[in-house]
């Protein structure tokens, strides 16, 4: 039998992590549906009846507004014959939720409101006020300054424990808002990778591909922002966006430090020195003092954030506010969410200015994760060969900073954040294995 | 030449160019100030302040180009060609300097032993210049752009 424990050590990794659909399906059992993972943002349903529909660990849910507000997450199936209830990506369900099958009725907040002809119930175990023949609910459901996740576990650590000092990210996020908090951009990009989930994840934090991977757009924006340069004395702030990727290795080596925690999330340090000194920018920064005075805009500004990973969920850049939530379909299909937000009470230049980010590098026609995609999948194929049996996440192992159980990167390049996840994946491993 | 001829003949052209990876001579066929644009639905009545899947005047055109044609773009050394329809052609409306076209496209896209298929509805802006017709805005609604990218778009469709 397969021992999953045994495919994972301090520096290395069994191909087998990635290729074996057994081990894929233990994922879902052990990690997904255990962990909590990302519904949405409660701007995406912003009236009663909007929904949103995902999945949690192949199960299909449902994040529904209730006629009084509330936002609640459900198994989204009818308890009667188990059709799908709310069938668009989003949409909204209207006063109540109708199945389509048998014509059963539920409010907005899942109880079951009317069965048609309802006799021929008597003396049965079905009972209307049973709350078993409403929708069902997911078993947790929280939020975090607007941003909703569901566990399909009874048990375990609140949101904002799970989300420990990870949740800088989202503070980071809603903190630059004038008004505290964000609101979705509505559309939503969904793009499928012929790769394991895992690869998406561990390739947000890997420093040393970068100016690899994307040398070709890095060299093309540069070429064209010089061009542009010497046209008209300015160089347009969104192709740095891209001709970053020029930088020398050891650049990113000195700038990108990551800090690394045992629930597998990591925070990587920002690169794109995103607080320039132009017009729109300091007008910002007056509307954020003027909202939460000139020393607290100062810390807000002063957090030097690229992404937060929320192992093994979602992957946060908040100084540009967008957010990708990771959706396994099977060991080696991934679909990834595409999110953009807006700060609340902020100048319409400073959300066109993330925009281009969304557009250039996270739209389907991103120039930027055409070729990430290509390599994961690349090595999603290779992988299928058996020697070497193992992956190398030797970098800096070994001369990482290590406090109590967080560890942080003194080389940028270190595979640090890599191996820290999975050290998380062994121990939800673990724990399912024992349960 | 008739009009209907020209514009038929500007239409042809692009595809041609396209599909054998001119790029240089297609992103020559917009205007100075040329955009080309592709909302992510229907819906959209601009591009101002507004997610778009492509957003590009011909300088960044010109970064996308030379990004694909570079010895190290890695998405591009797995064969990749396309093959492009364009029918349904009407011109909206028209005057002396300005032409309005409605089109119905379809391109088959062969990526590894993949193929994908992307259809939808070209609408062109033309503008008449000393040159012959030029392209002012060209906007590309895929009819599948909300659906799930199995990968991503390397190039214009």
């Known amino acids: 039998m397969l021992n999953v424990g045994k495919l994972v050590e301090p520096d290395r990794v069994h191909r087998l992590c990635y290729t074996d659909p057994e081990v894929f399906e233990l994922e879902l059992e052990h990690i997904f549906a255990k962990t909590w993972v990302y519904a949405g943002h409660e701007s995406q349903v912003p009236k009663p009846g909007d929904y949103w529909t995902f999945d949690i660990a192949r199960q299909p849910m449902v994040m529904l507004r209730d006629a009084k507000g509330k936002v609640g997450v459900f198994f989204n199936r009818c308890p009667h014959r188990g059709a799908k209830l709310c069938t668009l990506l989003g949409g909204n369900a209207g006063k109540e939720v109708r199945c389509s099958y048998h014509g059963w009725r539920f409010e907005l907040d899942g109880r079951l409101l009317a069965i048609p002809h309802d006799q021929g119930y008597e003396g049965t175990r079905l009972s209307k006020a049973d709350a078993a023949f409403g929708m069902a609910r997911a078993p947790r459901v929280e939020s975090y300054r607007g941003f909703f996740f569901a566990s399909l576990a009874k048990d375990g650590p609140s949101l904002v424990e799970w989300l420990g000092p990870a949740k800088i990210g989202f503070d980071d996020m809603c903190d630059r808002a004038p008004e505290g908090e964000v609101e979705v951009v509505p559309n939503c990009y969904r793009v499928i990778q012929h790769s394991n989930w895992k690869l998406f994840l561990e390739n947000q934090l890997d420093v040393s591909h970068p100016m690899v991977v994307h040398e070709s757009t890095g060299r093309a924006a540069l070429d064209v922002e010089d061009e542009i340069f010497k046209r008209t004395g300015e160089r347009p702030m969104h192709y740095h966006m891209l001709s970053a990727f020029t930088w020398p290795t050891s650049k990113w080596n000195e700038l990108l430090q990551t800090t690394n925690y045992p629930t597998g999330h990591s925070v990587l340090g920002g690169y794109m020195a995103l607080r320039p000194k132009d017009p729109d920018s300091l007008e910002y920064e007056r509307a954020l003092a003027d909202r939460v005075g000139e020393k607290r805009k100062e810390e807000i500004l002063s957090v030097n954030i690229h992404h937060v990973i929320y192992y093994p969920v979602v992957s946060v850049q908040s100084p540009l506010q967008q957010l990708r939530a990771v959706r396994p379909i099977s060991h080696d299909k991934t679909l990834s969410e595409i999110w953009h937000f807006r700060l609340k009470g902020a100048p319409e230049a400073i959300y066109r200015r993330a925009l281009w980010y969304y557009n250039l590098v996270n739209s389907p026609a991103t120039m930027v994760n055409a070729d990430d995609l290509e390599n994961w999948n690349r090595i999603q194929r290779a992988l299928k060969a058996e020697t070497p049996e193992w992956l190398s996440l030797h970098r800096n192992y070994g001369t990482d900073i290590v406090e109590g159980d967080v560890i942080r990167t003194r080389e940028g390049l270190s595979e640090a954040p890599l191996r820290n996840q999975f050290r998380a994946w062994k121990k939800y491993m673990a724990a399912g294995a024992k349960a | ?157």
């Open chain 2, 1 to 157: 030449m008739s009009l209907e001829r020209e514009v038929e003949a500007l239409l042809y052209q692009q595809s041609e160019l396209l599909d054998s990876k001119a790029w240089e001579e297609y992103i020559a066929l917009f205007a100075e100030d040329g955009l080309y644009w592709m909302p992510p639905a229907p819906h959209y009545t601009t591009w101002e302040g507004q997610p778009a899947i492509f957003i590009e005047d011909r300088d960044l055109m010109t970064v996308r180009a030379r990004r694909v044609g570079h010895s190290r773009a890695w998405s591009q050394q797995a064969e990749w060609s396309t093959n492009h329809l364009v029918s349904n052609i009407v011109i909206e409306r028209s005057d002396d300097a300005d032409i309005h076209v409605r089109s119905r496209f379809h391109m088959m896209e062969l990526r590894r032993d993949a193929m994908r298929h992307f259809g939808g509805t070209y609408r062109h802006h033309l503008r008449r210049t000393p040159a012959g017709l030029r392209i002012k805005l060209q906007r590309v609604d895929l009819f599948n752009a909300q659906a799930p990218y199995d990968y991503v778009l390397q190039v214009w469709v």
